[in-house]
Each structure stands twice: as C-alpha cells, then as structure tokens.
Nanobody, 122 residues
C-alpha cells in the first residue's frame, strides 16, 4: 500500500484547507484510513479516522466540529476538510492505513504516506 498526501499550505486563522490522500491499493475499501499530525517538538497524534466503507468516523476532541473526513473508494482517495483553522493546528499531517478496527492508536497503522505541511498564521 502506498499513500500520497497533498493539499497542505499556509492559511490564516479561521481559514480552510482540504487535504487529500491517494492510495495505491487494489481494494482500498478493506482499509481504514486515518490522519495524524506532528508539530515541531511534539509527538505524532491522532486527528481523525474513517472505516473502510466510510460509514464510521472518529475524531480527536480538538478537531470535532471543525474537521471532516470522507472517502471516495472509487477514486482511492481520502479527504480531510479542515475549517476554522487555528494556529495550534500547525503541523505536518500524515495519512495512514490499516486493516481492522481499533482506530485511535498510532501503533495500529501499518502504512504511512509522507507528510504534508499545514501552517496556520495568527
């Protein structure tokens, strides 16, 4: 499984960005997908995840109501719509894939894409 994240950039506080993660895999619907982020000097943390079918989503408290994850299995792509961005959202964002449930622990994710940088200015 290969993952390619894109869509990061520089945005002012209160603005929006949409990240994309393209997956190179035969049956993408078999994989749950997650987004994690890592700010300088901090550990990588869970942001959001979505089940393989897209019927279930899981959010970190810090992004609930502002971020929305979705997926288009026909396009092998997962999206992260980020609204009302805050300077604290500044980080490298990584998409990841896994089989099975247990969506929150970073250790559960076997496949990782490269990071895409999101910078939110105040």
């Amino acid at each position: 499984v290969q993952l390619q994240a894109s869509g990061g950039g520089l945005v002012q506080a209160g603005g929006s960005l949409r990240l994309s993660c393209a997956a190179s895999v035969r049956t993408v619907s078999a994989y749950a997908m997650g987004w994690f982020r890592q700010a300088p000097g901090k550990e990588r943390e869970f942001v959001v995840a979505i089940s393989g079918s897209g019927s279930s989503t899981y959010y970190a408290d810090s992004v609930k109501g502002r971020f929305t994850i979705s997926r288009d299995n026909a396009k092998n792509t997962v999206y992260l719509q980020m609204n009302s961005l805050k300077p604290d959202d500044t980080a490298a964002y990584y998409c990841a894939a896994k089989l099975g449930g247990n969506y929150y622990p970073i250790s559960q994710y076997k496949y990782w894409g490269q990071g895409t940088q999101v910078t939110v200015s105040s």
